[in-house]
Structures are given as C-alpha cells and as structure tokens.
C-alpha cells in the first residue's frame, strides 16, 4: 500500500537552512498581517521596550526556508492544513540569523467518508547561530486520497 511511503518518513530531517530575519521583510509582513505593533515597527519605541530591539511577529517564522526532506514531496502540492502551533523559548529579533529545518514527528491514518485520510505531523525548528532552539512549529498536513494520488505518482 502506497500509504506506507509517508510511515517510513517519521524521524526524517532536512538540512539546516540559513535565514536572516530581515528588518524590511518584517515591515511587510507586519503590514499584510494588519499588525501596526511598534516593536515590529518602531525601532526607537523596541529600542527603549524591554527587548531594547525590533522583534518579528510570532508567526513570522511562516516565512522562513526550513529545507526539503528527501521523499516526502513539494510543499506546494496542495496538502490540506489540518493545525498549527508554534512554541517559543524567547522573542525572534529582526538582524538575527536562524537556522532552520523540519522534521517528519508523526504519521497517523483515519478512515474518512471518502476513503484513507493520512495525518503527517512535523515539526519545523528555528535556532540562533549557537544551537540554541528559538521556536517550535508543529503543522499538521492532511492527505486525502486525492492528493495522495498526485504525490505517489
């Protein structure tokens, strides 16, 4: 069976990918977000805050390049996103360089009304220069049979 693919795929992980969290790339995404919040925005106001400099917003880490895992297919496939959560140990700050990757955590399957849904679970990790993890994303992609069809081909 084609779904035993994405079973062989837990605890796989990419390469760690360098990424600058750029003041301008920061604004913009302020800006789309609709979050005029200062401490993206404002250096003089983030400078006398507590972090004493720009932050990025929390779900700004969407933006950032966390490499391929071999096997597992293109991002822009059209999986279906089933969750999101993200956990930070401190403040992601704009001039910082993240390493980034994703790992493949979980695989789970469930029969739905249109045949096997498989739930991939991974988790997408962004670290200072030194090692130290910043934040954690978990995503859920959902793969109906459909999609499965595109991908295992």
Known sequence: MMVERWHRLVGKRSEAVENLVEKGAVRKFAEAIGDANPLYLDEEVAKRSRYGRLLAPPTF???FDYGRIENLGSPDIGLLHGEHRIRYERPLFVG??????????????KQGRG????FLI???V????EGRRIFTMEDVAILT????GVVER
């Open 61 to 63: 880490p969407r933006t």
């Open 96 to 109: 910082e360089e993240i390493r980034c990757y994703t790992r493949v955590t979980d695989y789970r399957e």
């Open 115 to 118: 045949g096997l849904l498989v």
């Open 122 to 124: 991974t988790e997408r």
């Open 126 to 129: 962004g670290e200072d220069t």
């Open 145 to 148: 049979p459909e999609i499965r």
